[in-house]
Every structure is written in C-alpha cells, then in structure tokens.
C-alpha cells in the first residue's frame, strides 16, 4: 500500500459507469500543509471519511410492527451525552400481550436483528394507546417532549 496518499470512497447503485457498489477513485499523493516541515510530515497509509449511519423513526417502527406482539409503535430520538442520540420507543400491544420487562428486551432484540446494533432501542415503553391526531398520525412531537420534560406545543389536533 502506498503512503501519503488519499483514497476517496463513492457509495451507489452498480451501474454502466460502476462496477460495484463501491469504487475507490486513484489515489492522490498528499502533500505536507505550508505550516508543516516536511521533516514533522508523517506518513499515513489510507484516510478515509467515515460517515456515521442514521436511523429514521419509521425504520425503527416498522421493525417493532413485524414483532407478533405489537399492534402500533412509535420511535424518537432522544439526547445522549455519549452516542448523541438515542432511540427510545413507545408500544401498544396487541390483544393477548402483557407488557414486561423480558418483553421490553425482546422487542428491543427484534429490532437489532431486523435492522442491526446501530437501530437498537435504549428503551421500550408500552401505552395503551399511542397519542395521534385527529387524522390518525402519531404524535412523536408529544412523546419526545414528555421524555424530555419540556413544552409538548399545541394539542389542539390531539384525539381525544
């Protein structure tokens, strides 16, 4: 492997202009900033730019909803100082099915499998009803300000 040079990853469909579904372009050799002596300049074997997976709530849902037990579930992001954010779910179960907490672990070990470790719920919370609107979409806006502890906004459109 070469040093001092840069590879630069492009991510997409195979096509006529690809050939896989990720190519590296040539490399470039890099040379040392201005502000560094070309004696300090150390080598490095290849620089790449890691961008970090992000998981949509419907993803985390329809994963949830694939478990036998669960009739409706809603996902949001919740603050974390160490991952950033976190995803934390609300249940409603079908009839049938006791919440519990050997549940909770299950649900949250369903959606691992179904989407991998970065979609893993870090809570599992079970209502009896999931609060929407009058035309029936979920409220995620409610469910994460209560989390949070902060103003919810107008609940004007809240059924029921």
Same mark, same amino acid.
């Given at each position: 492997m070469p040093v001092n040079v840069e590879f630069e990853i492009v991510k997409g469909a195979p096509g006529p202009e690809r050939t896989s579904s990720f190519e590296m372009t040539p490399p470039k050799a890099i040379p040392p900033p201005p502000s560094v002596?070309?004696?300090a300049w150390l080598p490095v074997n290849v620089e790449?730019?890691?961008v970090t997976d992000a998981v949509e709530p419907p993803?985390?849902?329809s994963a949830l909803v694939s478990h036998p037990a669960v009739a409706e579930a809603a996902a949001v992001g919740l603050p974390d100082p160490?991952?950033?954010e976190v995803i934390k779910c609300f249940v409603q179960l079908r009839a049938g099915h006791d #919440?519990? +907490?050997t549940l909770a672990a #299950?649900? +949250?070990d369903h959606v691992r499998r179904e989407l991998g470790p970065i979609a893993t719920?870090?809570?599992v919370e079970f209502l009896e009803a999931l609060p929407k609107t009058r035309?029936?979409?979920i409220l995620r806006r409610y469910l994460r300000a209560r989390e949070l502890g902060t103003d919810t906004g107008d609940l004007s459109t809240l059924d029921g």
């Open positions: 002596p070309a004696r790449l730019e890691i993803e985390v849902e160490v991952k950033g #919440a519990s +907490a #299950a649900l +949250a719920p870090a809570g035309s029936g979409k």
